[in-house]
């Protein structure tokens, strides 16, 4: 199985500044089969980036994903107030579909 | 709108049985395949089951093989999870969830408490 490790677990910033999230898997990840996820509190997950780098309807041009292999990246340009969050990266490509285990964006 | 509505979740002793059910609108229900994903309290996702969109191919994560099962109904637009022998690790929200390569649509979830 493919094991992500996401870095760093908490990420304090202020709305405005930019926010980089890493996501490292054990073993090459098959077809870019890899996706982002946002969560807040009491809601269910939400898809923002799928293929590594392919943002999904509706999503806002500030979110933007990159990475090869078995290393990916999650960027945020500029924090708006809403993107303060929980994020998973989630692998695909094979079963089982590992999740990484988030990365908490909070306000500084 | 695509929607999903889960429902079934309960309080349960452990060792005791549940079943899920996720109904799904708004989309050809028989095109896609579907996914059960799991949440417990203040913790992260953990996906724990597909089955394709035909119920053929049916994967489980190493912690719910052989206790859990999944499968659908294509003419009532559903999805179901059986859950057996449940253990106090089993408690958290259940999350279906459209599978479209990455999950693209999901449900709010349902509750599953496992508890003496």
């Known amino acids: 199985e493919i094991v992500l490790t996401q870095s760093p677990g908490t990420l304090s910033l202020s709305p405005g500044e930019r926010a980089t999230l890493s996501c490292r898997a054990s073993?090459?990840?098959?077809?870019?089969?890899l996706a982002w996820f946002q969560q807040k509190p009491g809601q269910a997950p939400r898809l923002l980036v799928y293929?590594?780098?392919s943002r999904a309807t509706g999503v806002p041009n500030r979110f933007s994903g990159s990475g090869s292999a078995t290393n990916f990246t999650l960027t945020i340009s500029g924090l708006e107030p809403e993107d303060f969050a929980m994020y998973y990266c989630?692998?695909?490509?094979?079963?089982?579909?590992?999740f990484g285990q988030g990365t908490k964006v909070e306000i500084k | 709108e695509v929607l999903l509505v889960e429902s079934g979740g309960d309080l349960v002793r452990p060792g005791g049985s549940l079943r899920l059910s996720c109904a799904a609108s708004?989309?050809?229900?028989?095109?896609?395949?579907m996914n059960w994903v799991r949440q417990a309290p203040g913790k992260g996702l953990e996906w724990i089951s597909s089955?394709?969109?035909?119920?053929?191919?049916?994967y489980y994560a190493d912690s719910v093989r052989g206790r859990f099962t999944i499968s659908r109904d294509n003419a009532k637009n559903s999805l179901y999870l059986q859950m057996n022998s449940l253990k106090a690790e089993d408690t958290g929200v259940y999350f279906c969830?459209?599978?479209?390569?990455?999950?693209?649509?999901w449900g709010q979830g349902t509750l599953v408490t496992v508890s003496s």
């Open positions: 969830a459209r599978d479209r390569g990455p999950s693209d649509y």
């Open positions: 293929g590594v780098s």
């Open positions: 989630q692998q695909y490509g094979t079963s089982p579909k590992m």
């Open positions: 708004g989309f050809i229900y028989s095109s896609y395949d």
């Open positions: 089955i394709s969109n035909s119920g053929i191919t049916i």
């Open positions: 073993q090459s990840v098959s077809s870019r089969y």
